[in-house]
């Protein structure tokens, strides 16, 4: 068995993602309920008490719910997030409650960590919003995730943390024309497509083609699984998302739309080998 991710739930009404390895059971993100995500997890094979470690993007209540504090508390599930997110839940929360979650977090900044034994997460910064976002890539178990989500705008340094992936999850939130004739206010669309809010349609393309375009180049293989997460439901489409994502060859057969009320399947490893002449194969 190698790293195993299924979405459980992806965009603005709650994140969440569970990590199955041969260590154990983790989240990424807690943006929905325990109960939410314990009837999401049904059929899985997987139970939420065999969850043993979460990790946070960032605290967005879209990507961590408070109510997912007592539960921590009760089932010794470690919390993994920044430093300055910890201090900040900490803060915001009962002094009792406060001293009972402290054990169990687990702050990280820019150095790598492991949140279960043989998988490990590379941290980086991403401009959402005021205080932040991270995504990381996930390594262990002869396998590697690149996951992330609110980045406000694609940084230089992804492409160069996006190397060599099995498996890529990527916020692909918004169409630009839809955006600009919903009935959202003018505030709210300038914080979207400022540059720290969510990335479009087309610069989440662009950025997947650029990392597929250099795998090419060192004749690496092409991820397993391309997986598109945080679609806007008032200002994106799927079927939209689909025909646009798929004029590219490589992407069409590897394409994931993470959903908001339903699970992905499982999303692992492919064993069978690539075609040949797939390394060459032109994008359009």
């Known amino acids: 068995m190698s790293l195993e991710l299924c979405i459980l739930a992806s965009g603005s ?30 059929g899985t094979g997987v139970h939420l008490a065999d969850v043993a470690a979460a990790c946070l993007t960032h605290l967005d209540s879209d990507h961590f719910n408070a109510n997912w504090i007592p539960t921590l508390i009760r089932q010794n599930i470690r919390l993994f997030c920044h430093a300055d997110k910890a201090r900040e839940i900490l803060r915001s929360i009962p002094e009792q409650l406060a001293s009972e979650l402290e054990p169990l977090l687990r702050p990280f900044d820019a150095a790598p960590f492991h949140p279960l034994d043989g998988l490990g997460f590379h941290p980086f910064p991403l401009a959402h919003d005021r205080t932040g976002s991270h995504g990381f890539v996930i390594h262990g178990f002869d396998y590697r995730i690149g996951y992330a989500t609110d980045l406000g705008h694609v940084p230089s340094h992804l492409h160069e943390h996006f190397r060599d992936l099995d ?26 497509t400022g ?3 969510h990335l479009s349609n087309r610069q989440a393309l662009t950025a997947i083609q650029q990392i597929l375009d250099r795998a090419q180049a060192s004749c690496r293989r092409l ?12 200002c994106n489409c799927p079927d939209l998302l689909r ?10 057969p590897r394409l994931t739309l993470a959903e908001p009320f339903e699970r992905t399947p499982w999303l692992r490893r492919k064993d069978l ?7 060459l194969m032109l994008a359009f």
């Open 13 to 42: 009404s709650g994140n969440a993602t569970v990590l199955r390895s041969p260590a154990g059971v983790m989240l990424i993100d807690l943006g929905i309920g325990p109960r939410t995500t314990a009837k999401r997890l049904q």
């Open 273 to 279: 080998q690539p075609a040949t002449g797939e390394q």
């Open 223 to 234: 991820p397993d699984h391309i997986v598109l997460l945080h679609r806007s439901r008032q």
């Open 195 to 197: 540059g720290k809010g």
């Open 167 to 192: 498996l890529i999850a990527l916020e692909s939130n918004y169409d630009p024309a839809m955006q600009e004739q919903s009935d959202r206010p003018f505030f709210l669309k300038r914080r979207i």
């Open 243 to 252: 025909a646009l994502f798929s004029k590219d060859r490589r992407i069409a």
